[in-house]
């Protein structure tokens, strides 16, 4: 089991950058490949961006795709989503989540695939 607690979400102007983190509890963070997933009010939570659990791939979603960068360290049991030019349209919750690294999956980047959240951090982006 992993626990995960957001941090670095504000109030930015677009064009500004955001680097969020998600810090991991328990001894096995390094078996979880981890994602950044968003909601903005009004719509489902979607896709952000998905680090395996070895940090040696990554997959982004196309509206974020050369913009926001995912990251981790093993040792500090923590995930990164770096995030640059920021657009009105990126204003939302972000949620951190893990999913166990060989957990049998038919879409790797469903909500319904992760088993481990965390409480979300608002991102907000004024034009």
């Known amino acids: 089991q992993v626990q995960l607690v957001e941090s670095g979400g504000g109030l930015v102007q677009a064009g500004d950058s955001l680097r969020l983190s998600c810090a991991g509890s328990?001894?096995?963070?390094?078996?979880?490949?981890m994602a950044w997933f968003r909601q903005a009010p009004g719509k489902e939570r979607e896709f952000v961006a998905q680090i395996v659990f070895s940090g040696g791939s990554t997959h982004y979603a196309d509206a974020v795709k050369g913009r926001f960068t995912i990251s981790r360290d093993n040792v500090k049991n923590t995930v990164w989503l770096q995030m640059n030019n920021l657009k009105p349209e990126d204003t939302a919750v972000y949620y951190c989540a893990a999913r166990w690294f060989d957990k049998p999956t038919t879409n790797e980047y469903s909500t319904n695939e992760y088993d481990y959240w965390g409480q979300g951090t608002q991102v907000t982006v004024s034009s």
């Open positions: 328990g001894r096995a963070f390094t078996h979880y490949n």
